[in-house]
């Protein structure tokens, strides 16, 4: 998700331009949602990886 496409509904100009405090409320938001997103992401991924690896391990231990 980018905000570069995004348009401000008070004065209808691009919200990276952060040209009314509208604009740069919302370019703020969506940076800090931005960086979450990216600091969360490997966290995540590694997370679900170790759910799979556990689930493949059960599994294979009760076909055994
Ligand atoms: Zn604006």
Known sequence: MTYDR?????CA??????RCPVCRANRERL???ESFLAN???????????VLV???A?????TA
């Open 6 to 10: 995004l348009v401000c509904a008070n």
């Open 13 to 18: 100009a691009p919200v990276s331009e952060g």
């Open 31 to 33: 940076q800090q949602q």
């Open 40 to 50: 969360l992401n490997p966290m995540a991924l590694i997370a679900l990886l170790a």
């Open 54 to 56: 556990a689930a493949v």
């Open 58 to 62: 059960l599994l294979a231990h009760q």
